[in-house]
């Protein structure tokens, strides 16, 4: 079963300490937060870091951070990028979002890019 593969478990261990650091980053530090690099594991163990992201309540800040940091030691530098609606921010219409770039296209097109922050090489 993946679930007990110890690289899996060290991904998932890596996750879980890494959205705690980045959540008390992001209070200090702002958008110039970043996650700690992954241990070197496969890209295979990511399930571990999957099944932390989504089993946990993140932001999407945290989330995009999070997931970076993984992909970018895998080889995949990809941008977080933060938006608003375009229609703009109020209390019935939405709030600002971060997400990674290429994945989530209806992010991209219901947001406007405030921001985008490059992926560590």
Not at 7 to 32: C, F, H, I, N, P
Not at 42 to 60: E, F, H, I, M
Not at 86 to 91: P, Q, R
Request: some cysteine; glycine content about 6%; overall charge positive.
């Amino acid at each position: 079963m993946w679930r007990l593969r110890p690289t899996v478990l060290l991904a998932a261990l890596w996750a879980t300490v890494s959205l705690a650091r980045v959540r008390r980053r992001l209070k200090r530090d702002g958008v110039r937060a970043r996650s700690p690099r992954p241990p070197r594991l496969p890209a295979s163990a990511g399930k571990g870091v999957n099944a932390v992201l989504s089993r946990t309540t993140p932001t999407c800040m945290e989330r995009a951070l999070v997931s970076q940091a993984w992909l970018s030691a895998h080889g995949r530098l990809v941008d977080v990028v933060v938006g608003v609606p375009a229609t703009g921010m109020s209390s019935n219409k939405g709030n600002a979002h971060a997400w990674l770039d290429g994945n989530e296209p209806e992010s991209a097109a219901y947001y406007v890019e405030l921001l985008r922050i490059p992926a560590a090489s």
